[in-house]
């Protein structure tokens, strides 16, 4: 309906009662539904999802292309596709995207910034005749 790529799949999860201190580096689709004291970064140049639940709490940055929240953030958020806040999300940092979704009830405190990536421009040089 709104030209989203249904193909978006979860890899892996990351329970309620798992907590990890330390950053975590993933690939394709993670969903967490833990506590994480550290940062969360997809694979830089590829496609990602990551799911924050209700119930999770990241003390962290947090990057990855596509970015669904419905829980805590406490740190920076750099989506480069989709950001989508749902109801219960809390954000307290700044943050970063190139499409953003909010629902009523969503809060972030901290700027929020249209990351627009420039298209490189053609120069062309002039002849001298």
């Known amino acids: 309906m709104f030209n989203r790529k249904a193909k978006n799949t979860i890899d892996s999860l990351i329970g309620s009662t798992t907590r990890i201190a330390g950053d975590l580096h993933f690939k394709g689709g993670l969903r967490i539904d833990g506590h994480i004291s550290g940062n969360v970064i997809a694979e830089p140049d590829a496609a990602s999802m990551l799911i924050i639940s209700e119930q999770a709490v990241i003390e962290g940055e947090v990057r990855a292309s596509h970015v669904v929240v419905n829980g805590v953030i406490n ?15 809390r954000i307290s940092g700044d943050v970063h995207y190139k499409t953003l979704e909010m629902m009523s009830g969503a809060l972030v405190s901290g700027k929020l910034t249209h990351d627009v990536i420039q298209e490189p421009v053609l120069k062309l040089a002039a002849s001298a005749a």
């Open 75 to 89: 740190g920076p958020v750099f989506s480069s596709d989709l950001l989508e806040l749902q109801p219960k999300a």
